[in-house]
């Protein structure tokens, strides 16, 4: 077992500092016709990008400004019904996911867009790679995964189309499903070590691997869904019932602060820009209202029109004596209670 001081040098060597000050939730105009708009991503230019459907079930791309215009993009309506937008960076490059109707994640495709309007499946030496890609940063090196059909997942990092990297924790686990590659190299994601645990959130740092539980009684799986260059983490837990709510995490402080957004019970940011800007989500557990917004970390003057200020949360205290931690046995540093649950 690698000491905790290893991983104080992980979070220090993050760079950047943020905190959680007076907030604006700005929301997301909705995708003319639309039964649900969902935004996923954000870049440094404040552009947006996500899915929508019509009230089928069948999702479509959108990307655009915070004043609603958007431009909407199907990969293949006909062959591969189902298209979600995952990440975009401020050269317009998007990533995303394609063939949802399917059913099944192992036949989802995985595509990048480029600014000219060429599209390119993602592969591995000529092989489409199945499952979900996260956020492409400002190198264009996106983190995603290859999800198998015996249900184990690779993670791995990727650029042009093709896979590059393969994400390797230092440890064996059936799924690794990175999220988030920041422009230092770091992979932030979630993984899952075997049938009996549920999913925990990882960063992994120049080789070293810290697993990272939201620190709630309740709480039996924490997700990593984006990241920024200053160690801001945006992520999801679920407790017993799969329910989920959000949360920021700075890693530099080891700080979780829990997110709400008012009217909705549950919630689930997603992609940071560089300002701490995040695309979050709320929604009914029936999800039968879904409503979309940025997060942005400052009052409503700082921020991008058509906003309104809402209640700082405080951090949440950590669990006495708890602290993240480098794990070579991922066993040490995972509570007994962890048990799985529904997959995303």
């Not at 190198?139 to 042009?160: H, M, Q, R």
């Not at 920024?228 to 799969?242: F, L, P, Q, T």
């Amino acid at each position: 077992m690698r000491k905790s001081s290893k991983l104080a040098t992980l979070f220090a060597a993050l760079l950047g500092t943020a905190s959680v000050q007076a907030a604006t939730l700005i929301p997301v105009p909705s995708v003319p016709g639309s039964a649900v708009t969902a935004v996923q991503a954000i870049n440094d230019n404040n552009v947006i990008a996500g899915y929508y459907d019509n009230g089928d079930g069948v999702p479509h791309g959108f990307y655009g400004t915070l004043d609603g215009n958007y431009t909407t993009f199907d990969f293949d309506n006909v062959n591969d019904p189902g298209t979600e937008l995952r990440g975009i960076n401020d050269k317009g490059v998007i990533v995303g996911i394609a063939n949802q109707a399917a059913g099944n994640t192992f036949e989802v495709l995985e595509f990048e867009r480029y600014a000219d309007g060429t599209v390119k499946v993602i592969a591995n030496a000529g092989t489409p790679v199945h499952g979900t890609v996260g956020d492409i940063n400002a190198k264009g090196i996106f983190a995603a995964e290859n999800f198998n059909e015996d249900l184990s997942v690779d993670g791995y990092t990727g650029k042009k189309a093709k896979v590059k990297t393969t994400v390797d924790l230092g440890f064996t686990a059936i799924r690794v499903r990175p999220r988030a590659v920041l422009q230092s190299g770091d992979v932030i994601g979630y993984t899952k070590v075997d049938n009996s645990t549920g999913y925990q959130g990882f960063i992994l740092h120049d080789g070293t691997a810290a697993l990272i539980d939201y620190p709630d009684p309740n709480a039996l799986q924490t997700l990593f869904e984006g990241a920024n260059s200053k160690g801001i983490v945006s992520g999801i837990w679920e407790d017993s019932n799969g329910d989920e709510f959000g949360f920021i995490y700075d890693s530099r402080k080891a700080a979780f602060t829990p997110f709400a957004i008012p009217g909705y019970p549950q919630s689930a940011p997603f992609g940071v820009n560089a300002a701490g800007m995040i695309a979050v989500q709320g929604y009914t557990s029936d999800f039968s209202q879904v409503a979309s917004y940025i997060y942005c970390p400052k009052k409503p003057s700082k921020c991008p029109a058509g906003g309104f200020e809402v209640a700082d949360a405080k951090p949440v205290a950590m669990v006495p004596g708890f602290k993240p931690r480098a794990a070579s046995n991922p066993a040490v540093a995972m509570p007994a209670k962890m048990r799985l649950l529904r997959d995303r």
